[in-house]
């Protein structure tokens, strides 16, 4: 069971950057797919990237060029590095775990941690 704790949102101007964290409670294993995704008040949980253990990424198309994925596996940490940040990136970050080929589908993931709130005004 994989336990997943975000941090790193805040409150930031447009045009900003922020780096998320995203620290797992075990050894990310070969098999893991990690991402992160984001919800906006009153909207539907959206992938927003993630990557695998060959460290292959996928990005959602309105934050490609913005943002970027990483992970450190000697640290257990994944990072969502957000640049040129914008009012519409506002939203609860999560970051989530799977098993198997990476996707930005929240259906498919089964580990999730708590969320981080970023907010760009």
């Known amino acids: 069971h994989v336990q997943l704790v975000e941090s790193g949102g805040e409150s930031v101007q447009a045009g900003g950057s922020l780096r998320l964290s995203c620290e797992a409670s075990e050894f990310i294993y070969s098999s893991l797919c990690m991402g992160w995704f984001r919800q906006a008040p009153g909207k539907e949980r959206e992938g927003v990237a993630c990557?695998?253990?060959?460290?292959?990424?996928t990005y959602a198309e309105d934050v490609l060029g913005r943002f970027t994925i990483s992970q450190n596996n000697a640290k257990n940490t994944v990072y969502l590095q957000m640049n040129s940040l914008k009012p519409e990136d506002t939203a609860v970050y999560y970051c989530?775990?799977?098993?198997?080929?990476?996707?930005?589908?929240?259906?498919?993931?089964?580990?999730w941690g708590r969320g981080t709130q970023v907010t760009v005004s």
């Open positions: 990557i695998d253990s060959d460290a292959d990424t």
């Open positions: 989530a775990a799977k098993y198997g080929g990476c996707t930005l589908h929240a259906t498919d993931f089964n580990y």
